[in-house]
Nanobody
Framework: QVQLVESGGGSVQAGGSLRLSCVASQYTSRTNCIRWFRQAPGKEREGVATISTDSGPTYIYYTDPVSGRFNISRDNSKNTVYLQMNSLKPEDTGMYYC?????????????WGQGTQVTVSS
C-alpha cells in the first residue's frame, strides 16, 4: 500500500503563487507517475499535471488550463513531487489531489491523497 500526503495549499490573491507538495510513502511498480488533479465546487475532477517517478527520462505533461503557469518537479530522494503554481487565477480554486499510478490519463490512478485546498481570490 502506498500513502500520499499533500501539503502547501492556502489562500492567495489572483496573480500570486503557491507550491504544493506530495510525499509518497514509497514508489513501487504501481506508481509509475504522480499526477495532480483538482476539483472545484460543483465541478468534476480534472487533471492538472503528470510526472514520471522512475529513473529513466522524465515524462511531464500539463493540461491546457495550467500550461505555462504551473511547473511540476520531483525529488526522488525524498519521494516528493512538487507543483509550483504561478499567476494563479480564481478559476484555479479547488481541492488539489495527488495520485499515483499509470501515466496515461485514460487509466485511473491506484492511490490517492486526501487533498489540499487552494483558494484564489480576485
Amino acid at each position: 500500500q502506498v500513502q500520499l500526503v499533500e501539503s502547501g495549499g492556502g489562500s492567495v490573491q489572483a496573480g500570486g503563487s503557491l507550491r504544493l507538495s506530495c510525499v509518497a510513502s514509497q514508489y513501487t511498480s504501481r506508481t509509475n507517475c504522480i499526477r495532480w488533479f483538482r476539483q472545484a465546487p460543483g465541478k468534476e475532477r480534472e487533471g492538472v499535471a503528470t510526472i514520471s517517478t522512475d529513473s529513466g527520462p522524465t515524462y511531464i505533461y500539463y493540461t491546457d488550463p495550467v500550461s505555462g503557469r504551473f511547473n511540476i518537479s520531483r525529488d526522488n530522494s525524498k519521494n516528493t513531487v512538487y507543483l509550483q503554481m504561478n499567476s494563479l487565477k480564481p478559476e484555479d480554486t479547488g481541492m488539489y489531489y495527488c495520485a499515483a499510478g499509470d501515466c496515461r490519463a485514460t487509466v485511473a490512478p491506484n492511490y490517492w491523497g486526501q487533498g489540499t485546498q487552494v483558494t484564489v481570490s480576485s
